[in-house]
């Protein structure tokens, strides 16, 4: 007696397929080591668009929020 498979049998297999391949292709990335190092330096990399420019001073809200960071960092 053949067995016939049903919408339901489908959705079930689905979702145990899709459940194994998450827990295989599942991948977080662990954060940068603190303090900076040479691989993983502080600060956006170079030609980033939040970098820095070295000639432009800081805002005054600028400054206080790197006051604030330093700080807190130690």
């Known amino acids: 007696m053949p067995h016939h498979v049903t919408t339901g049998d489908l959705l079930r297999w ?11 292709w ?6 940068p080591p603190w ?3 040479d691989q993983y330096p502080a600060g956006p990399p170079p ?3 939040e970098r820095m420019c070295p000639g432009v001073p ?8 790197q006051r604030q960071l330093s700080e807190e960092r130690g």
Do not use: C, K, Q, W
């Open 35 to 37: 303090p900076p190092t």
């Open 26 to 31: 599942f991948f977080a990335p662990l954060p």
């Open 14 to 24: 689905a979702m145990r397929a899709l459940a194994a391949l998450g827990s295989v």
């Open 47 to 49: 030609l980033h668009p």
């Open 58 to 65: 800081l805002t005054d809200v600028e400054a206080r929020l």
